[in-house]
């Protein structure tokens, strides 16, 4: 076999570069880049904004800053909900991007990308949109409040139709007043964002749709903004029929119901099982529904007359009878007072003298109505029997129909002995008022059994209401909690006020539903009953 002439110095040289590269490596370690500054960070975000607010697309040169890809996504994110630029994001397309190129493992370069010839001008539209649409949340508003507000605003605002690539974005509703059901979505979702109320993307791919999913009060709802924009009994007018519903709710007979949905880019679980708004009185409204001073006016379409209730409901009053008038169509209230065309004859109407200040005025209501003797057929059923049986009559105080349980239970003045139906371990939850063609006015109710668990709980119980009956709002708070919630309102048999527990146990004839606040063990102990100056009724209890 032949050997190759200077075998052995080959190797020889290739263990010398190797161990000259070892030597190299540890005598001269590689340099690590310094991670960019807070300061540079903070420059580079005020560049990207400036970008945006010139819809400038060229390429700019930011390796000055020192930032790595990661950087970039970060800061971009915080520019994207920062109040000081978010709007500005808000009128780009929804694909808007930041792209940037890398060098030597840092950004040299950014532009944006997807920028329209349109977006400055659609900024203009979008941010005074939005202005006027904060302009109308007021102090009073709850959370609760400014979700109706919101929905309803978005659905004034906007009309269903596909122009180009922005109706899928929030900027085609809020700066175009046009998009489809994506648009209706993240608009929302940056409103209730601003008002702190969290909100998420929810989509079907089975339906092509998507909707909000909203956190109110430790619960998950739904809402579909934008079927109550297109599916609406009366065209042009605002539907709530899809306003926070539970899941079972949202599985509607329509043949195009919601169905197999989940969050988009959102990571938690979403399930929505409260019954809170089931019979919510909201769901039957259809048209304009405005906020002034803690309540909310609309138009009951049955009776054709202005209504004043709470967010909650349960304090239903009627503020103009439209008995016998041409069709009532609210505008707006105010503080000046509620607009309103009879017709196309548009008028106002004040509250001094049509808006009871206080339960006391509530209270010369319910004597008025004895009097008057607006009178109910009654029809009970059992949990476990879905037949109704003819039980008596009821005195009501006015015709306002109604399946909202805390409605029909504060329409309720007078109730004849039940006992022959009702035993002491039951009690009645009313749950409906409805009237036949004929005008004759039904109150119907479901006997069920009472909670075991706390004695002193009279919801919807067949304790008579007189003329010395009174309404009060009912609050309660657990034990070391500082502050009481409200549950609801309720009915003292007396007006009397004090902290004996057991007296008010006793004065209280119709307590709010607490099935859905007590734990297993837990009962109410009421402490006091209280009257404010302005002669409202309010009864207080802690959770023991």
Same mark, same amino acid.
């Given at each position: 076999?032949?050997?190759?002439?200077?075998?052995? %110095?080959?190797?020889?040289?290739?263990? #010398?570069?190797?161990?000259?590269?070892?030597?190299?490596?540890?005598?001269?370690?590689?340099?690590?880049?310094?991670?960019?500054? @807070?300061? #540079?960070?903070?420059?580079?975000?005020?560049?990207?904004?400036?970008?945006?607010?010139?819809? /400038?697309?060229?390429?700019?040169?930011?390796?000055?800053?020192?930032?790595? $890809?990661?950087?970039?996504?970060?800061?971009?994110?915080?520019?994207?909900?920062?109040?000081?630029?978010?709007?500005?994001?808000?009128?780009?397309?929804?694909?808007?991007?930041?792209?940037?190129?890398?060098?030597?493992?840092?950004?040299?370069?950014?532009?944006?990308?997807?920028? @329209?010839?349109?977006?400055?001008?659609?900024?203009?539209?979008?941010?005074?949109?939005?202005?006027?649409?904060?302009?109308?949340?007021?102090?009073?508003? /709850?959370?609760?409040?400014?979700?109706?507000?919101?929905?309803?605003?978005?659905?004034?605002? $906007?009309?269903?139709?596909?122009?180009?690539?922005?109706?899928?974005?929030?900027?085609?509703?809020?700066?175009?007043?046009?998009?489809?059901?994506?648009?209706?979505?993240?608009?929302?979702?940056?409103?209730?964002?601003?008002?702190?109320?969290?909100?998420?993307?929810?989509?079907?791919?089975?339906?092509?749709?998507?909707?909000?999913?909203?956190?109110?009060?430790?619960?998950?709802?739904?809402?579909?903004?934008?079927?109550?924009?297109?599916?609406?009994?009366? $065209?042009?007018?605002?539907?709530?029929?899809?306003?926070?519903? %539970?899941?079972?709710? +949202?599985?509607?007979?329509?043949?195009?119901?919601?169905?197999?949905?989940?969050?988009?880019?959102?990571?938690?679980?979403?399930?929505?099982?409260?019954?809170?708004?089931?019979?919510?009185?909201?769901?039957? !409204?259809?048209?304009?529904?405005? +906020?002034?001073?803690?309540?909310?006016?609309?138009?009951?379409?049955?009776?054709?007359?202005?209504?004043?209730?709470?967010?909650?409901?349960?304090?239903?009053?009627? !503020?103009?009878?439209?008995?016998?008038?041409?069709?009532?169509?609210?505008?707006?209230?105010?503080?000046?007072?509620?607009?309103?065309?009879?017709?196309?004859?548009?008028?106002?109407?004040?509250?001094?003298?049509?808006?009871?200040?206080?339960?006391?005025?509530?209270?010369?209501?319910?004597?008025?109505?004895?009097?008057?003797?607006?009178?109910?057929?009654?029809?009970?059923?059992?949990?476990?029997?879905?037949?109704?049986?003819?039980?008596?009559?009821?005195?009501?105080?006015?015709?306002?129909?109604?399946?909202?349980?805390?409605?029909?239970?504060?329409?309720?003045?007078?109730?004849?002995?039940?006992?022959?139906?009702?035993?002491?371990?039951?009690?009645?939850?009313?749950?409906?008022?409805?009237?036949?063609?004929?005008?004759?006015?039904?109150?119907?109710?479901?006997?069920?059994?009472?909670?075991?668990?706390?004695?002193?709980?009279?919801? /919807?119980?067949?304790?008579?209401?007189?003329?010395?009956?009174?309404?009060?709002?009912?609050?309660?708070?657990?034990?070391?909690?500082?502050?009481?919630?409200?549950?609801?309102?309720?009915?003292?048999?007396?007006?009397?006020?004090?902290?004996?527990?057991?007296?008010?146990?006793?004065?209280?004839?119709?307590?709010?539903?607490?099935?859905?606040?007590?734990?297993?063990?837990?009962?109410?102990?009421?402490?006091? !009953?209280?009257?404010?100056?302005?002669?409202?009724?309010?009864?207080?209890?802690?959770?023991?």
């Amino acid at each position: 076999m032949k050997k190759h002439k200077g075998g052995s %110095n080959i190797l020889g040289r290739a263990f #010398a570069l190797v161990l000259t590269l070892i030597l190299t490596i540890s005598v001269f370690p590689p340099l690590h880049s310094e991670a960019a500054s @807070d300061s #540079a960070k903070e420059s580079f975000k005020q560049e990207v904004i400036k970008m945006l607010s010139t819809a /400038d697309k060229t390429t700019h040169d930011v390796s000055k800053y020192n930032l790595s $890809a990661s950087d970039i996504g970060n800061i971009f994110r915080l520019i994207k909900n920062s109040d000081e630029s978010k709007w500005r994001v808000a009128a780009y397309y929804s694909n808007l991007y930041l792209d940037y190129t890398v060098s030597d493992g840092k950004v040299s370069s950014v532009n944006l990308v997807n920028v @329209d010839a349109d977006v400055l001008s659609r900024y203009s539209r979008l941010y005074e949109n939005v202005q006027k649409i904060k302009a109308g949340i007021e102090p009073k508003m /709850d959370n609760l409040d400014k979700i109706i507000y919101l929905h309803d605003s978005i659905v004034e605002l $906007a009309t269903y139709k596909y122009v180009a690539y922005q109706s899928y974005g929030a900027c085609g509703i809020l700066g175009d007043k046009t998009g489809v059901c994506a648009g209706y979505t993240k608009a929302l979702n940056l409103l209730l964002d601003d008002q702190a109320i969290l909100s998420v993307y929810m989509s079907s791919d089975a339906i092509d749709h998507g909707w909000n999913a909203i956190y109110l009060d430790g619960k998950w709802y739904h809402m579909d903004s934008t079927w109550d924009d297109t599916r609406s009994s009366k $065209a042009g007018e605002t539907s709530h029929r899809f306003l926070l519903r %539970n899941d079972n709710e +949202f599985v509607t007979k329509d043949s195009n119901s919601h169905v197999s949905w989940k969050p988009y880019n959102y990571s938690g679980s979403i399930v929505s099982d409260s019954g809170r708004f089931t019979d919510w009185y909201v769901h039957d !409204v259809v048209g304009k529904m405005a +906020f002034e001073n803690g309540y909310w006016y609309y138009v009951d379409t049955n009776t054709n007359s202005i209504m004043e209730n709470t967010s909650e409901g349960g304090h239903a009053r009627v !503020v103009l009878d439209g008995t016998g008038k041409s069709q009532i169509t609210l505008i707006d209230a105010t503080s000046n007072g509620i607009t309103y065309k009879e017709g196309s004859t548009q008028k106002t109407i004040g509250y001094v003298a049509e808006k009871p200040a206080d339960e006391v005025v509530t209270q010369l209501v319910v004597k008025d109505a004895v009097k008057a003797g607006i009178e109910a057929t009654i029809y009970l059923n059992r949990e476990t029997d879905a037949s109704y049986k003819q039980v008596g009559t009821a005195t009501l105080k006015d015709g306002t129909t109604s399946k909202n349980i805390s409605t029909v239970t504060g329409n309720i003045v007078k109730l004849p002995d039940l006992s022959k139906y009702v035993s002491e371990k039951e009690y009645v939850k009313w749950t409906a008022i409805t009237k036949s063609g004929s005008g004759r006015l039904f109150l119907k109710g479901t006997i069920c059994k009472a909670a075991e668990n706390n004695s002193t709980d009279k919801t /919807d119980r067949t304790s008579a209401l007189t003329e010395e009956s009174v309404s009060a709002t009912f609050y309660v708070k657990r034990a070391g909690e500082s502050s009481y919630t409200s549950i609801g309102t309720g009915y003292l048999s007396k007006a009397e006020t004090g902290t004996n527990s057991e007296k008010i146990a006793a004065n209280i004839a119709i307590a709010p539903n607490t099935s859905s606040i007590l734990k297993e063990g837990e009962k109410i102990v009421w402490t006091k !009953v209280s009257k404010s100056s302005s002669g409202k009724y309010s009864v207080k209890g802690e959770i023991k």
